[in-house]
């Protein structure tokens, strides 16, 4: 008895420590159908990137991937925080703005931190907000049909070099909520590393985070059950293509997380 | 969850003394050993953009420092060289790490025990049980170690198996979870969670100049060897967006590698040839391939008296073996793929230090040839003379087929050729002096950068003034045109009384280099020892810059403070 024991003991500890699965060539992936219900959220993705960082145009490609799948349900918009040495180096490639850095180090960004990096809706996963591009899709999936209490809806128009936004909010129950109204630039062509080690100095930067209305936590409101409309302006940038821009409003808990979002065009 | 381990380190300790009671005799042996480790910063510039934990609420904590405690009590039998029971040891460390000094990853940050440990050793082996440290071959899949300069702890929480049951043949076994920073005591009080993070492992190694009388005749000892490691770890759920929609990538549970290898030694000549194969492990790291990752190393070594050479060579491809796919950076790593490029101490040489290319794969080539002519010959001097010269050099992988080296212009990811001469002039003076040359890829290495070419000259002396005074001085000095200009660096270090140390040291650019300020970083040292203690402080402003061990880096940002340093070893 004692003998069978041993041989099943030497052959299971044999199975344990040679245990590997191999996985063929057409089993690697396999369709995962996306699953958008009819809630009115849109979600934030906010990448952080540097013009000097070689890995952040991959990023960039998955960030776009991901708006072609999830359409107006997503918001893309990148941030260049000075605190990272990826955005430093040259002004007239000088794609920082404050806000942006702000946002960075309150998520846990530092000069140390890896880039290409990003969050969703300023949310923590296990008190972790920054995450790699592999891994957007993964937790865009986990909050797309999280359900919002608030409901927007905007405009945006522009005298000269100052852009008015009406954004029009109500909720579910009376609540304080914080609003965000940042101005975002896209196809911004300028210098970005690549990973052979070569300068695309004809490089479209996308989606850029250029300023935002006051401070950047925005203004806090109450907003009531029944529509309510609140007006903010904005002063157009030196350099910034009123064409290329877009304006986009988020609102956010207590706890500084985007419960929901619109953007729309400068009219 | 952190106190369970306190109660289960006071259980440890209990069981010791009851067993020290039961078991012991007149002269059996209870004892402790341990030591004591800070290493403490007071910052005087704005540290918050490279602290650890820049987030509040620890923002206003203006003392960095790492701490740790290391206790081990042992139990030895007093007749262990009869008896089948031997002794027994545990083993725990105590670590202070809420505000580290800058540049470790956030997740360092924290407290706690980071080692339990119970050893038991017997006539036929030894079996630990807590956390396990060990290394199958040179490390190609599994070294599990510390490195308190890197932040790496990556011992498993588990057991581990130790036998010899014929003379020359060793078996070891080991499996656990994989300790990632506090992620132990994260996921479950007490460390046991095996669904995530969860590795084990065999090895096997033959002597067979104990079986082949022939060897022995010969003077040759043969060693053949092999293991098996495999990690576990559930399914995730990981998207990939495609354009004809979204899908997921289905990832192997079990991640299994195998490695053999063969040793020669004999006449002053040892020989190495060791290879792994890794299968499917797509991680995070490497951008979820499930390509298999293989790794081929050889080593040719001699050495008689005063002379020696070693040649080596190694190709790796996709060899990053992590407990955790998700993981990326420091932690979590099981293997430690050799090193073969220099680990220089000297300051400048060190500005450009390589790093593995784990995922990327590399071709990497050492020789060095070591030589010291004897005493009283015309090159020897009254005491003799050593000269080493040593050449390094890594280059990228061909991106077809992968075996054959990249020989285009970026393939180079790094050269290193230097000589160090020492020699002893007389009683009182003896140097060393350097020349280097380097070639680093920091668009491989760092992710941009492109190739810097430096050359660099040491020269270190020591002058034995009397036996309460011992000056020494480096003087360093680096050239690059592509990336640092010129560096200065000058230190001096005066021993007085065998118990003090004096120094201080000064670097500056003196010349062009674009990312560079013009800014000067110093230091000024006091250190006492005695005895195991060793007490030091002074006032520090360096640079920042990479710190590395065995191929793997660690940023170290910009410092500036007063540093203060204990260590006291029993």
């Given amino acids: 008895m004692l003998r069978i024991g041993k041989h099943i003991a030497f052959i299971l500890s044999v199975l344990l420590f040679t245990a590997c699965e191999v996985i063929s060539e057409n089993e690697r992936l396999i369709p995962a159908p996306v699953s958008v219900d009819s809630t009115e959220r849109t979600h934030v993705l906010i990448e952080f990137t540097g013009f000097r960082c070689v890995n952040c145009p991959k990023a960039s490609a998955a960030a776009e991937a991901l708006k072609q799948t999830y359409g107006e349900r997503l918001i893309v918009v990148a941030m260049h925080p000075a605190s990272n040495p990826f955005t430093q180096g040259a002004a007239q490639y000088d794609y920082t ?100 080690g070569s300068v695309d100095r004809q490089y479209y930067h996308r989606h850029m985070l250029r300023t935002a209305a006051g401070d950047a936590w925005g ?6 059950f029944t529509p309510v409309t609140l007006t903010s302006t904005l002063t157009l940038p030196d350099g910034c293509d ?17 419960i929901n979002a619109r953007q729309t065009t400068i009219q | 969850m952190k106190e369970y381990n306190l109660y289960l380190f006071i259980l440890m300790v209990g069981v010791m003394s009851i067993i020290n009671c039961q078991l012991s005799t007149a002269r059996d042996t209870v004892y402790v050993s341990g030591s004591v480790q800070h290493d403490g910063l007071f910052p005087t510039r704005d540290i918050s953009a490279v602290r650890t934990t820049p987030r509040a609420p620890w923002a206003k904590i203006d003392h960095l420092s790492n701490n740790y405690l290391d206790l081990s009590v042992h139990y030895l039998r007093s007749d262990s060289n009869k008896a089948r029971f031997r002794g027994l040891q545990a083993d725990t460390r105590i670590e202070l790490n809420e505000w580290p000094l800058p540049g470790y990853e956030a997740e360092f940050a924290g407290h706690g025990l980071g080692r339990l440990s119970l050893t038991a050793d017997f006539e036929w082996g030894q079996i630990s049980v807590g956390d396990v440290y060990g290394q199958f071959g040179s490390g190609l899949l599994l070294n599990l170690y510390e490195n308190r300069d890197l932040g790496i702890d990556n011992s498993l929480r588990g057991a581990k198996i130790c036998v010899e049951p014929y003379k020359g043949l060793h078996l070891t076994a080991l499996g656990g979870k994989q300790r990632r920073y506090w992620n132990c ?22 002597e067979l100049h104990e079986w082949i009388p022939r060897l022995q005749q010969n003077d040759l000892e043969l060693t053949l060897g092999g293991s098996y490691v495999s990690k576990y770890e559930q399914k995730d759920t990981v ?29 002053g000549w040892d020989a190495l040839i060791e290879y792994a194969y890794k299968a499917n492990d797509p991680t995070k790291e490497n951008d979820y391939s499930y390509r298999s990752g293989q790794a081929l190393l050889l080593s040719l070594a001699y050495s008689r008296k005063r002379f020696s050479i070693l040649a080596q060579a190694k190709r790796s491809d996709n060899m990053s073996f992590r407990s955790s796919r998700s993981v990326r950076g420091l932690s979590g790593r099981l293997n430690l793929l050799p090193v073969f490029t220099p680990q220089h101490t000297y300051s400048l040489a060190s500005l450009y230090p390589y790093a593995t290319q784990y995922v990327g794969g590399e071709w990497a080539f050492l020789f060095e040839v070591c030589y010291t002519w004897p005493r009283k010959s015309k090159m020897g001097g009254k005491y003799g003379t050593t000269l080493k010269l040593s050449a390094a050099h890594v280059r990228g992988l061909q991106s077809e087929g992968r075996w054959a080296v990249n020989t285009t212009a970026d393939g180079t990811y790094y050269t290193d050729i230097h000589a160090d001469l020492h020699k002893k002039v007389n009683s009182h003076w003896s ?11 920091r668009t491989v290495i760092e992710g941009e950068g492109g190739m810097v070419r430096a050359g660099v000259a040491v020269f270190d002396h020591m002058i034995h003034i009397n036996d309460n005074v011992i000056l020494r001085n480096e003087l360093q000095y680096l050239y690059s045109r592509d990336h640092a200009g010129q560096w200065l660096f000058v230190l001096l270090e005066l021993d007085l009384w065998q118990h003090w140390t004096l120094s201080g040291s000064w670097e500056y650019n003196i010349g062009f280099a674009p990312d560079e300020t013009k800014e000067h970083y110093y230091s000024a040292m006091l250190t006492y020892s005695h005895g195991a203690h060793r007490v030091s402080a002074g006032y520090i402003k360096s640079s920042d810059g990479f710190n590395c061990a065995g191929g793997v880096c660690r940023y170290q940002p910009q410092q500036e403070g007063v540093r203060m340093s204990y260590n006291f070893t029993w």
Avoid: K
């Avoid at chain 1, 905007?154 to 070099?161: E, G, T």
């Avoid at chain 1, 203004?219 to 009531?224: G, V």
């Avoid at chain 1, 009123?242 to 985007?258: E, G």
């Avoid at chain 2, 007490?190 to 033959?206: K, R, S």
């Fill in chain 1, 97 to 196: 703005c404050p806000q942006a850095d702000v946002y960075y180090r309150y998520m846990g960004g530092s000069a140390t931190t890896p880039f290409p990096t990003g969050n969703i809706n300023i949310t923590d996963s296990e008190d972790r907000y920054l995450s790699d591009y592999p891994e957007w899709a993964t937790l865009l999936a986990q909050q797309m049909n999280l359900p919002t209490s608030v409901h927007l809806s905007l405009q945006a128009q522009r005298d000269s070099n100052t852009i008015t936004v009406t954004t029009t909010a109500s909720a579910d129950q009376p609540h304080d909520y914080h609003l965000v109204t940042w101005l975002v630039e896209d196809s911004v062509q300028g210098a970005q590393a690549l990973p052979d």
């Fill in chain 1, 219 to 224: 203004e806090n409101y109450t907003i009531p």
């Fill in chain 2, 239 to 267: 998207l990939v967006p495609l354009s004809d929609g979204m899908y997921m990538y289905n990832l192997p549970r079990w991640v299994g590698a195998g490695e053999v290898r063969a040793n020669l030694q004999g006449h």
């Fill in chain 2, 431 to 441: 140097f060393n002096a350097t020349l280097l040359y380097q070639t680093y890829n």
């Fill in chain 1, 242 to 258: 009123p064409t290329h821009c877009s304006i986009v409003v988020a609102a956010l808990d207590d706890q500084n997380r985007i």
């Fill in chain 2, 185 to 206: 005591y994260h996921d479950h009080a007490w460390g046991w969670n095996y669904t995530q993070d969860a590795a084990m492992g065999a090895d096997l190694e033959l």
